[in-house]
């Protein structure tokens, strides 16, 4: 018996590292997965990964800051699975985006990254929402990041949405308590994705100061997802929880 058996699971960004860990984490615990991403890459595979572990997976390509496509994401969890149990807001924009003071960062990029990061966690959960309130219960987990806690040298905009992730994860808390819909955030350090390797050298990174020395991985983040997921986080709600080794302390 797995924790999640026979539950239904949105991962956003599913197709690729944090996302796709997420994915085959849950499944691993029986929950049917619906990966919802923008892109392409990595996601056969994904899919493919979760449905070996003997559960069901469905993917689609969205894009999460668009109210239209975050409504069809949910109706399509539905009519495909009957039920929308847990939320797992990953997508962001991280991949690629280059070190610079806060200065020099461009318009267009300050507002894709406030878009992305913060309003589609926004419109994905307004999306759910409906679908966990008439079922009596749901489960929301948000990505933050450490870098909320610690800042980042060259990532304004990033941090800033972080900064609103944990903000957004509090505020909903309050709103959503009434319906049995519990939501947190879980906030990984720096950890060795592909998105990590896309903006720095990780084995280049200074572990000293991480009590555990060593650098996260993806599969390290997922147990605090599936924790949160589960029935044995059902009065835990408005929560942010640091996976980073020790690294930062609250």
Request: aromatic residues 8%.
């Amino acid at each position: 018996m797995g924790k999640l058996d026979g539950r239904v699971a949105i991962v956003t960004g599913g197709g690729r590292g944090l996302g796709k860990a997420f994915c085959i984490g849950l499944a691993a615990e029986g929950a049917r997965i619906l990966a919802a991403t923008n892109e392409t890459v990595g996601l056969d595979q994904t899919i493919e990964e979760v449905r070996q572990l003997g559960t069901e997976a469905e993917s689609l390509l969205v894009d999460v800051t668009s109210d239209e496509d975050m409504k069809k994401m949910a109706r399509y969890a539905m009519d495909r699975f009957g039920r929308i149990d847990i939320l797992i807001n990953n997508a962001a924009l991280y991949y690629g985006l280059g070190r610079k003071p806060f200065h020099a960062i461009s318009c267009d990029e300050w507002d894709a990254v406030m878009a992305v990061n913060v309003k589609g966690l926004w419109l994905s959960t307004k999306a759910v929402f409906p679908y966990m309130k008439e079922a009596g219960k749901g489960k929301i987990i948000n990505l933050a990041s450490e870098v909320f806690f610690t800042g980042s040298h060259g990532f304004a905009h990033y941090v800033a949405t972080k900064g609103a992730v944990v903000g957004l994860t509090r505020a909903l808390a309050i709103e959503l308590g009434p319906d049995n819909i519990c939501i947190n955030a879980v906030a990984p350090g720096f950890t060795d994705t592909e998105g990590s390797r896309s903006i720095a050298d990780v084995n280049k990174y200074d572990t000293s100061k991480t009590p555990l020395r060593r650098l996260g991985t993806a599969e390290d983040i997922v147990g605090a997802a599936v924790f949160l997921s589960s029935d044995a986080a059902d009065f835990i709600t408005g929560q942010t929880i640091l996976v980073d080794g020790g690294r930062a302390m609250h």
